[in-house]
């Protein structure tokens, strides 16, 4: 299954594949991808050569969409996807034998030389039936919204589209960020109307303009914490808390956040040099100058301490921001050797 960004590169080369398959949930990518087909296919005027389909009530329909077109569409895209919210019809993964049957046929069948037909369902088990028929027939890209390391790769496009220059903790905390790409985008728009031509945007600029995630200031808080700093990681802990945000949402990004320490100092003292899979290099210099001198053990209890904050939270035991508060400034105090 091809990455997007890996998909998008393609499309420069080689002409749009006959079939495609989006598999995964990320509604902005897929727009993406199915915009760059379009505009590839039939021309960036050619609103008119494009059907939807919805659903498996659809797939009859799929071979007359696919038949001639008129003088003024002679090159067709056929999009196939699942029904929106609120929109009436039935997934494609709901397929049964008979109907995955009939799909593989009339794709087969549909003239290639003036249609492209787009796939488009949420994440399919590999072993399912539709998958395995798709995977011989179609091009299948992943649209599934994308982890940090390919968010990694995302964000400086986004912001070079955006016109903007990200600082290096804005790009960092971006690529962390469990928001939707699309909601990102917006972001970065939002960003280069608010930041000086020539300057890069801050965080801090991110985070008045944004309350879609509260993960940039998790990391700031975290940062904070591995500097020593309480009275700064309090500070950030109330805007947080002020922008609409409780401990139960702050508390799972802050076990990320330890997480991280811990992985970076557990790899240090077993292997001694290189670096862990995953990590961005950013990162990893700054977590690396902030747990150099921890104990990996007073790490380790920080990440229990953190695990049972959530256990004594779900149950109503303890007072969430006093808890939180008394646990930063000993995380801040540290043990060092």
Excluded at 49 to 71: H, N
Excluded at 108 to 133: D, H, M, Q
Excluded at 147 to 159: D, F
Aim: glycine residues 8%; charged residues 25%.
């Amino acid at each position: 299954m091809k990455l997007p960004l890996e998909f998008l590169s393609s499309l420069k080369k080689e002409p749009s594949p006959p079939i495609v398959h989006f598999s995964g949930d990320d509604v902005w990518i897929r727009e993406t991808l199915r915009n760059r087909i379009i505009e590839v296919w039939t021309g960036k005027e050619a609103d008119s050569a494009v059907e939807r389909l919805v659903g498996t009530g659809a797939i009859p329909e799929l071979f007359s969409a696919g038949g001639p077109g008129s003088l003024f569409t002679s090159r067709k895209v056929i999009i196939l996807s699942d029904p929106s919210q609120g929109e009436r019809g039935t997934s494609l993964s709901s397929a049964g034998k008979n109907q995955i049957a009939e799909l593989a046929s009339t794709l087969a069948e549909i003239p290639k030389v003036a249609n492209r037909v787009i796939i488009e369902t949420g994440t399919l088990k590999a072993t399912s039936g539709l998958n395995k028929t798709l995977a011989k027939i179609a091009v299948q890209v992943d649209t599934s919204p994308p982890k940090e390391a390919g968010r990694q790769k995302w964000i400086p496009l986004l912001a070079k589209r955006a016109a903007v220059r990200l600082a290096p903790d804005l790009s960092r905390a971006m690529s962390v960020s469990t928001a939707p790409l699309g909601t990102l985008v917006e972001d970065l728009e939002k960003l280069a109307l608010a930041t000086e031509e020539g300057e890069e945007a801050s965080l801090a600029t991110w985070t008045a303009l944004s309350q879609a995630d509260p993960e940039s200031t998790v990391w700031e808080i975290g940062d904070n914490l591995g500097l020593g700093r309480a009275d700064n990681a309090l500070e950030s802990l109330k805007n947080l808390e002020d922008a609409g945000q409780d401990t139960y949402s702050i508390l799972p990004s802050m076990l990320s956040w330890n997480q991280q320490r811990l992985q970076v100092k557990s790899y240090d003292e077993s292997r001694g040099q290189g670096n862990p899979e995953g990590v961005h290099p950013y990162v990893l210099r700054k977590v690396r100058g902030q747990v150099s001198n921890r104990l990996l053990k007073r790490l380790r209890d920080e990440q229990r301490a953190l695990h049972e904050l959530d256990w004594l939270l779900k149950r109503g035991l303890e007072d969430p921001h006093v808890t939180l508060e008394k646990l930063f400034v000993q995380f801040a105090q540290g043990e060092r050797r």
